[in-house]
């Protein structure tokens, strides 16, 4: 059965069924991909109450906030800080684990794996003040459509699996250009342009044909970006290996048995790179692991010089950098800029634009294209029939 399929044209092989397999994907991640274009805004819109603060310093006492919600929740561990925006009137949203066991001194830390996947509680806290300002479950709906955006809700394995997703959906791409050049090559003008006043079932084909042919380069760049990103140490690695670029040991530091303070951690990292706001924190579980500072600068880019400073939780001392102005071009691309090539952020508001138009777009090909296969489905069962009873016709005669 699929062998026929496949004498009709691999291409048209390749666009009519595996795009009915990934229809209900494409479309899933149509409509994430839509809302992930804007979702801080549309997470900050919905819930204003959580995200608003009084004006507070660009670097406020992280180990107030600290202590607060520590002493507040005493049985959780705080995983990471994620802000939303670089506003001064935000407040500071902190992500924390489920209640945890209480170790000889200390809560017991050895369950949690991956920190997404550990998280339970986002708690909110006004910068300026230390209080809390409030408090929801970390999995909102919004935060489940992120996952499935970038994971398919399975931390780790899932992403190597929506690699795999996106590489057929990029050979699909490529394969739905190669049908749309062969059918208007003729009648570009045509082929681009819908009319209102078409019955509904052929105003429906150029919805899918015509929306298509115009997001057909932007979904494609997006599929495969999402392709490279999943594989992103793998293809880094290999990308390395093949410029010959060797990176330097591991910094060595002596055994610490306490952590430094969140401030002075905090500091060392904007020492390192004075201009910058810290944007996400991500908190070690032990003196001897290191925290995690990730840096906006504001005499620069941040879609290319996006930085990430790695401090030692017991010592304080800097042991590792990510730095697009002091490390190979590869690390870089890997590390975040195809990120922001995906999600837009290289061209701004145009680029916001045309990801949240691409994602529409996206979402609106499964059930156009599913309406179009089916409706044909009477004529190729036809045809096909015809074909079976010519051939059986012909050895009858033989």
Same mark, same amino acid.
């Given at each position: 059965?699929?062998?026929?399929?496949?004498?009709?044209?691999?291409?048209?092989?390749?666009?009519?069924?595996?795009?009915?397999?990934?229809?209900?994907? $494409?479309?899933? $991640?149509?409509?994430?991909?839509?809302?992930?274009?804007?979702?801080?805004?549309?997470?900050?819109?919905?819930?204003?109450?959580?995200?608003?603060?009084?004006?507070?310093?660009?670097?406020?006492?992280?180990?107030?906030?600290?202590?607060?919600?520590?002493?507040?929740?005493?049985?959780?561990?705080?995983?990471?800080?994620?802000?939303?925006?670089?506003?001064?009137?935000?407040?500071?949203?902190?992500?924390?684990?489920?209640?945890?066991?209480?170790?000889?001194?200390?809560?017991?830390?050895?369950?949690?794996?991956?920190?997404?996947?550990?998280?339970?509680?986002?708690?909110?806290?006004?910068?300026?003040?230390?209080?809390?300002?409030?408090?929801?479950?970390?999995?909102?709906?919004?935060?489940?459509?992120?996952?499935?955006?970038?994971?398919?809700?399975?931390?780790?394995?899932?992403?190597?699996?929506?690699?795999?997703?996106?590489?057929?959906?990029?050979?699909?791409?490529?394969?739905?250009?190669?049908?749309?050049?062969?059918?208007?090559?003729?009648?570009?003008?045509?082929?681009?342009?819908?009319?209102?006043?078409?019955?509904?079932?052929?105003?429906?084909?150029?919805?899918?044909?015509?929306?298509?042919?115009?997001?057909?380069?932007?979904?494609?760049?997006?599929?495969?970006?999402?392709?490279?990103?999943?594989?992103?140490?793998?293809?880094?690695?290999?990308?390395?290996?093949?410029?010959?670029?060797?990176?330097?040991?591991?910094?060595?530091?002596?055994?610490?048995?306490?952590?430094?303070?969140?401030?002075?951690?905090?500091?060392?990292?904007?020492?390192?790179?004075?201009?910058?706001?810290?944007?996400?924190?991500?908190?070690?579980?032990?003196?001897?692991?290191?925290?995690?500072?990730?840096?906006?600068?504001?005499?620069?880019?941040?879609?290319?010089?996006?930085?990430?400073?790695?401090?030692?939780?017991?010592?304080?001392?800097?042991?590792?950098?990510?730095?697009?102005?002091?490390?190979?071009?590869?690390?870089?691309?890997?590390?975040?800029?195809?990120?922001?090539?995906?999600?837009?952020?290289?061209?701004?508001?145009?680029?916001?634009?045309?990801?949240?138009?691409?994602?529409?777009?996206?979402?609106?090909?499964?059930?156009?294209?599913?309406?179009?296969?089916?409706?044909?489905?009477?004529?190729?069962?036809?045809?096909?029939?015809? $074909?079976?009873?010519?051939?059986?016709?012909?050895?009858?005669?033989?």
């Amino acid at each position: 059965m699929l062998l026929h399929r496949w004498k009709e044209g691999p291409w048209i092989f390749f666009h009519r069924y595996i795009g009915l397999l990934l229809g209900i994907w $494409v479309f899933a $991640v149509g409509v994430t991909g839509t809302v992930m274009a804007n979702y801080r805004q549309i997470d900050a819109f919905l819930n204003a109450e959580l995200f608003v603060a009084t004006d507070s310093p660009r670097h406020p006492n992280l180990d107030a906030i600290l202590t607060t919600i520590n002493a507040a929740y005493p049985d959780r561990f705080v995983l990471s800080l994620d802000r939303y925006f670089l506003s001064r009137d935000e407040s500071y949203p902190f992500i924390l684990s489920e209640p945890m066991p209480m170790g000889a001194s200390s809560l017991d830390l050895t369950s949690i794996g991956n920190y997404e996947s550990a998280a339970s509680l986002e708690v909110f806290v006004d910068p300026r003040t230390a209080m809390i300002v409030g408090t929801r479950p970390y999995w909102t709906w919004i935060k489940v459509m992120r996952n499935f955006h970038r994971e398919l809700l399975f931390p780790g394995e899932g992403r190597k699996f929506l690699g795999a997703l996106a590489i057929m959906l990029f050979l699909t791409c490529i394969a739905a250009g190669v049908l749309w050049w062969r059918q208007s090559r003729g009648r570009i003008k045509r082929a681009l342009s819908v009319r209102l006043s078409s019955s509904g079932p052929r105003l429906i084909r150029d919805t899918h044909t015509v929306f298509g042919a115009y997001a057909l380069v932007v979904i494609g760049w997006l599929s495969l970006t999402a392709a490279l990103i999943c594989y992103e140490t793998p293809l880094r690695n290999l990308a390395n290996a093949i410029i010959g670029e060797q990176h330097s040991a591991p910094i060595s530091v002596p055994a610490a048995s306490s952590f430094v303070s969140l401030n002075t951690a905090r500091d060392v990292a904007l020492a390192e790179y004075p201009n910058s706001d810290v944007v996400l924190i991500r908190m070690a579980k032990t003196p001897q692991g290191r925290m995690v500072f990730r840096l906006y600068p504001d005499d620069e880019p941040i879609s290319i010089y996006t930085r990430q400073v790695y401090v030692h939780a017991g010592t304080g001392q800097i042991v590792g950098r990510f730095d697009p102005a002091r490390q190979p071009w590869t690390d870089s691309l890997f590390g975040v800029w195809l990120i922001w090539f995906h999600n837009g952020g290289m061209l701004g508001l145009p680029g916001n634009i045309l990801n949240v138009a691409a994602g529409l777009i996206l979402a609106s090909l499964f059930p156009t294209g599913i309406y179009i296969w089916w409706r044909k489905r009477p004529a190729r069962i036809r045809r096909r029939t015809t $074909v079976r009873e010519s051939h059986e016709t012909s050895a009858a005669v033989k």
